[in-house]
């Protein structure tokens, strides 16, 4: 089972925009502020936010989606 981590910052704006977002996605996800957990974000080369990523069982990095983005972009590169 992949896990989705969705790295953010509160000093970043986009990713005050992304929140309601992603909360109102369904998906399951693990908040990541990257002022806390700088090892996870350097563990997978987060240098910026929002930043989406899944990872597989082993914790390696499947896929990744940078930036704000729409509900529906965000749904569609998580199924796709």
Do not use: H
């Not at 509160?10 to 909360?23: A, E, Q, R, S, V």
């Not at 399951?28 to 502020?33: E, G, L, P, R, Y």
């Not at 936010?49 to 914790?59: A, F, I, R």
């Amino acid at each position: 089972m992949s896990k989705l981590y969705y790295f953010s910052a509160p000093w970043c704006g986009p990713c005050k925009m992304l929140g309601p977002t992603m909360d109102q996605s369904g998906l399951s996800f693990t908040k990541v502020n990257i002022d806390v957990d700088m090892e996870l974000a350097a563990r997978y080369g987060v240098r910026s936010v929002p930043t989406l990523l899944v990872v597989d069982n082993e914790g390696n990095e499947v896929k990744r989606l940078v930036g704000n983005q729409d509900l529906k972009t965000i749904k569609n590169w998580y199924n796709g």
